[in-house]
């Protein structure tokens, strides 16, 4: 189907023999050069993106940049000389490990107090329940999880199959969607390593599924980029904001960030701060690693063919119950706070949020780098019909729900939701800030929250996707996906489509 793929480690054993270096260091030195090669990507799309004004109007971030810039010059080398200069597993542990190490430090972090009054005092905005967002961000996954069958689908009954190309087609494949778009890189290739294992795209070579994703993905970052600039441009507009062209502060301008709140643990003790975050991210990420394990073994103990299916689904999924671990762990340092067994809060907010957008930039930059343009041959087409009308109907789908729902912020909640379901989180934010740099309205909030809500309203999820490629599943897979989507949005519109009775008042 495509190029035959050579690793570091061949071709370097092939050219030096027993002496070369790689023999004695083994892969993990292999997976190091890898991870280093992203850092290395990272700072060159940053000067990019620095001196190109372009770039820098595109709004498109500085680990797109770096990850598209690797991704050239990877397919240049594997195109002349015929083997990949990245290791695939080092780089799909990394994109693997820093899914949940990004939301476990977005959980510990206290939630922003964003101002109620906006405006001078003329709109007053309440945060929506975090339930009612969760299942805002499940309907538009289970839209695009809808897409991506009805497309790949149609596709495996007219051109797939023998009909044009001899390759049969998964018609669960379009779930992709759902997983790189929804989702984010991580996910998708997660799930692309569980489907590549069990065979489901076998016509299409050994790592089909997750090469499917991460495009899939990829695509997402685009979308989340170029049409996203284009909606803030307009936003920006509609509301007479002038968005500035330099995005450069002076050194010590810091006017969106509270660096230390009070109470909390100095800044450099015994220990320093900073590794203090890092460690209780490190301790929550143990301890959900623990939960699936015990969760693995009670499975297979209980013989269920069933329940085993589902374990790979679990270490699939396991962002979601890092995130919950995190809930559960802040919950309960705030109960040690309150009933005085501690005195200072650890989590700090500002340093928190570096280490996950540290880790949704590097996730970012190394799942472009896993993307294989060259071996992807037809598959091509359905991942640009998916992603073009996935794109589209996604964005028609947020910009009427989110007026109805998101009262006196409803811009800026637009902007952030659309950057999320077409990209990560981090997309979201950065879409955002752009009309709302202070974090005047509680629409980054609503994401973060309702993201955790929708661990929880996300969960039939894990089962459908493990299922849905297996034969003679994807029917009542599809018809699931349905009612589920009518439930969620029966919840979303139900104060809309039931008005409260006004209560009768004496004349």
Not at 226 to 240: D, E, F, S
Not at 473 to 481: A, D, F, R, S
Request: with cysteine; hydrophobic share 50%; net charge positive.
């Amino acid at each position: 189907m495509g190029l035959e793929v050579m690793d570091l480690e061949s071709v370097g054993t092939e050219l030096f023999g027993n002496y070369f270096i790689f023999e004695n260091l083994g892969m993990s030195f292999i997976g190091l050069i890898s991870v280093t090669a992203v850092c290395v990507f990272v700072l060159l799309a940053n000067i990019i993106r620095r001196k190109i004004s372009f770039f820098r109007r595109l709004l498109m971030p500085t680990a797109v940049i770096a990850g598209l810039l690797g991704l050239v010059v990877k397919e240049i080398v594997l195109a002349i000389w015929g083997f990949n200069i990245f290791s695939v597993d080092a780089l799909g542990a990394l994109i693997y490990h820093l899914l949940p190490v990004g939301f476990i430090a977005l959980c510990l972090r206290e939630r922003d107090n964003y101002s109620k009054d906006f405006n001078s005092g003329k709109i007053k905005m309440e945060r929506v329940a975090a339930s009612k967002s969760g299942s805002i961000i499940i309907s538009y996954y289970l839209i695009q999880a809808l897409i991506g069958i009805g497309i790949t689908a149609l596709l495996g009954f007219t051109l797939f199959g023998g009909r044009l190309f001899e390759e049969e087609l998964n018609r669960a494949t379009g779930i992709m969607l759902a997983l790189g778009f929804g989702q984010g890189p991580q996910q998708a290739n997660a799930t692309g390593i569980i489907w590549d294992a069990a065979g489901h795209m076998r016509d299409w070579g050994p790592a089909a599924a997750r090469n499917f994703g991460l495009t899939v993905a990829a695509m997402g970052f685009l979308w989340a980029s170029i049409p996203g600039i284009v909606l803030v441009n307009y936003v920006a507009r509609k509301k007479g904001i002038i968005r500035k062209r330099d995005e450069f502060q002076k050194t010590g301008d810091l006017p969106s960030y509270t660096i230390e709140e009070p109470n909390e643990v100095p800044l450099s003790e015994s220990i320093d701060k900073f590794t203090l975050q890092a460690c209780m991210v490190g301790g929550v990420y143990l301890l959900t690693i623990g939960v699936i394990i015990g969760i693995e073994i009670l499975f297979r103990l209980s013989g269920v063919p069933f329940l085993i299916d589902l374990i790979p689904t679990f270490w699939g999924f396991a962002f979601m119950l890092a995130a919950a671990m995190a809930i559960l762990v802040k919950t309960i340092l705030r109960r040690l706070v309150k009933n005085g067994v501690m005195h200072r809060k650890y989590p700090n907010k500002y340093l928190m949020n570096r280490i996950s957008g540290v880790s949704f930039d590097l996730a970012i930059t190394a799942s472009l780098f896993l993307v294989s343009v060259t071996t992807l041959g037809s598959l091509w087409i359905p991942i640009l019909l998916m992603t073009t009308i996935g794109g589209i109907v996604t964005a028609v789908y947020l910009w009427i729900i989110c007026p109805l729902i998101y009262k006196g912020y409803k811009d800026e909640a637009f902007l952030a939701f659309y950057g999320m379901s077409v990209g990560t989180i981090a997309n979201g934010m950065i879409l955002a800030r752009e009309i709302d740099p202070d974090f005047q309205t509680p629409a980054s909030d609503d994401l973060v929250l309702g993201s955790t809500a929708a661990i929880i309203l996300g969960f039939p999820l894990l089962l459908l996707i493990a299922q849905a490629p297996r034969d003679g599943n994807l029917w009542w897979v599809t018809l699931v996906i349905f009612l589920y989507l009518l439930v969620l949005l029966g919840y979303i519109l139900k104060d809309i489509i039931i008005k409260p009775k006004k209560s009768k008042t004496a004349k």
